[in-house]
């Protein structure tokens, strides 16, 4: 693998506007205190997240898993979507006073270890479990057959090697069991197995989108099946969480669902509303996503990885949550 990083960004105002451009809605009686910003780490039990809280907008926070509602403490990181696991973190930010984005690396205790240049707008991180692989999906526009739309680049980095895969778009794509090429490949929502190697993403083409299993040493992806989004492998590794277009069509929003790798079957879970967001999974039975309360604004909601019972609020004002320890 090469590391291969352009710092040209086509169109990166617009797009800017279109990460950052927040404005605030809140209400007073669910204004969640923030604490002193202590013990900052990437030590569980914890859920790292992403503020959207007046006070605290935009900024790293955590709060312990046994007191979501309670207070969190921040951390003076500003990033557009967070994650960690491993002891490693994933901040997605702008890159100083720049129309240009960044992946910064934490260490446990939230220090940028290494910050890598985005070609594009941040939109999804995941770390893998160990910590020593990280993934991100960026928007970009520009390319030909897009029309102006928008698109997306989803690369990956070995911690421990430095072996970058730039975008997914360079490794060889099998389709339905078939080579295939095209050159409208899009690829996002980046999801690590537990063997530092294997991965799952989403992938589209020809106004289909797939669910992709890649190989990082051979190089390779392969569809394994169709309109499957931002998927999120469970701890064990069997299932898939992830959001799929309602009768195939983005338009019509998205529905949260769980897909058994070895059988097949998908569970659509009780959550009735649209999820946009690839989701986490907080434990072995729960499912985290976040679900917009207005502009700029979102709460992060919970629900049965079976199927059963029926969503609720974890932490208000809060979005990308990623479970610790």
């Known amino acids: 693998m090469t590391r291969r990083i352009v710092l040209a960004l086509v169109g990166a105002v617009v797009l800017a506007m279109v990460a950052v451009g927040y404005g605030v809605l809140t209400s007073a009686r669910e204004h969640t205190t923030v604490a002193a910003a202590n013990a900052l780490s990437l030590v569980g039990p914890r859920i790292m997240f992403r503020s959207t809280a ?3 907008k935009g900024h790293l926070a955590l709060v312990a898993k046994d007191d979501p509602d309670g207070p969190r403490s921040v951390s003076a990181l500003g990033c557009l979507r967070v994650y960690a696991a491993g002891g490693t973190g994933a901040c997605l930010r702008q890159d100083g006073a720049l129309t240009t984005f960044q992946i910064a690396i934490l260490d446990r205790n939230l220090n940028v270890e290494k910050a890598i240049p985005l070609v594009g707008v941040p939109n999804r991180t995941r770390v893998s479990g160990d910590g020593r692989l990280v993934a991100w999906t960026v928007f970009v526009a520009g390319d030909s057959y897009n029309h102006g739309r928008f698109s997306t680049r989803a690369g990956l980095i070995d911690l421990r090697s430095d072996d970058m895969v730039d975008s997914l778009e360079f490794l060889s794509v099998t389709l339905d069991g078939h080579p295939y090429t095209a050159p409208d490949l899009n690829f996002w929502g980046i999801t690590f197995a537990a063997d530092d190697n294997r991965f799952y993403a989403t992938m589209s083409t020809g106004g289909n989108r797939y669910l992709v ?5 051979a190089k390779t992806v392969r569809t394994i099946a169709k309109n499957v989004e931002c998927p999120s492998l469970s701890p064990d590794g069997t299932r898939i969480a992830f959001k799929s277009a309602i009768d195939g069509d983005p338009a019509k929003g998205w529905r949260l669902s769980v897909l058994d790798l070895a059988s097949g079957t ?13 989701p986490a999974w907080l434990d072995a039975n729960t499912i985290g996503y976040s679900i917009p309360r207005g502009t700029g604004d979102s709460d992060v909601r919970v629900v049965p990885a079976d199927g059963s019972g029926s969503p609720r609020l974890l932490i208000p004002h ?3 949550p990623a479970a610790l320890g």
């Open 54 to 56: 007046p006070d605290s």
């Open 213 to 217: 299993e890649g190989d990082i040493a």
């Open 266 to 278: 998908r569970t659509p879970l009780a959550e009735a509303r649209s999820v946009d967001d690839q």
């Open 318 to 320: 809060a979005e990308s």
